[in-house]
């Protein structure tokens, strides 16, 4: 019954205004800060180690924005995946070098994980002609997942991959011209990640941009997804030149290298409620205890 209500309300979404909406995430994302002690302690410890140059009370007022971004953002579903063709065209605005997106060309896209990661998505499934396919994790809440699945599929563009499907299926829609939504920069466990740094951190990183990228003989095109008082700015970058390399390890590290120029322009909006750095190389402290 809970999750009904949620569902419903989240539906009521669509036909706020967005300043509404907004206003509900902060006051949303205030709760969260303050009654979620385990989360806003993980946020704080990946702060802190992220930007050592912060003093307490810049890491205590990030912290809150990062809340209320994140509050933001799940409300902000509710117009994604329920708003009609034309609101969502007039609240998602794709710039930057979308050219990189026509053609046959085979893509993955870099896509990291700011709170606007659906809208983004959205947009590209909505307002471009290619086909794109993305990696999904099935949810413990079946009604949750399954409107999660309608949601990230409502435009005819877009497919979800199911990882127990592997990596064969997924390449070869890559080769066949499909554009690959990837996000790769979360903490997915040690197995076959590689430690590289991440602000300076040896951080847990899987490999898979790269992997993907030579497997399916494709260009990696970023795309960075902003949060804005009008909705969301879906900026295309230009393709990265002499990427990947034969060397994994170096590849990784760039793309960390590269992340942290992205989350530098709008730190509040990147995705700092999870443990990027729970997994540590042999003979490191858990960071988080």
């Known amino acids: 019954m809970g999750t009904r209500l949620v569902l419903w309300w989240m539906r009521v ?26 989360r806003r302690r993980v946020v704080h410890t990946n702060l802190r180690l992220c930007f050592p140059a912060l003093d307490d009370a810049q890491v205590h007022a990030l912290t809150r924005r990062v809340f209320v971004r994140f509050a933001q953002a799940w409300l902000d579903r509710g117009w994604l995946w329920h708003g009609s063709e034309a609101l969502l065209r007039g609240r998602l605005t794709l710039s930057g070098a979308v050219n990189e997106l026509e053609g046959s060309t085979p893509t993955v896209i870099f896509a990291p994980h700011f709170v606007g990661l659906d809208a983004g998505w959205t947009a590209l499934t909505q307002q471009l002609p290619r086909h794109f396919t993305t990696i999904y994790t099935d949810q413990t809440n079946k009604l949750a997942d399954a409107w999660i699945l309608q949601g990230r599929q409502r435009f005819g563009s877009g497919r979800l991959f199911g990882r127990v499907e ?3 299926t997924i390449v070869s829609s890559l080769r066949q011209g499909d554009v690959l939504y990837l996000l790769p920069d979360m903490n997915f466990g040690p197995h076959e990640s590689l430690f590289v740094p991440f602000y ?26 902003r949060m ?12 990265w030149d002499n990427f990947p390399t034969d060397d994994l390890q170096i590849d990784t590290a760039l793309m960390n290298t590269r992340l942290q120029s992205y989350i530098d322009t709008m730190p509040e909006q990147y995705y700092w409620v999870h443990k990027r750095f729970k997994d540590r190389p ?5 960071l988080y205890g």
């Open 13 to 38: 979404m669509a036909y706020l205004p967005l300043a509404w909406v907004r206003v509900l995430g902060r006051l949303l994302g205030a709760v969260l800060h303050a009654v979620v002690g385990s």
């Open 166 to 168: 592997g990596v064969k």
């Open 200 to 225: 300076g951190v040896q951080a847990a990183t899987v490999p898979s941009l790269s992997r993907f990228a030579k497997l399916g003989r494709a260009k990696v095109v970023p795309v960075v997804t």
């Open 228 to 239: 804005t008082d009008q909705g969301y700015e879906v900026q295309v970058l230009p393709a």
């Open 282 to 286: 042999a003979g490191e402290a858990d």
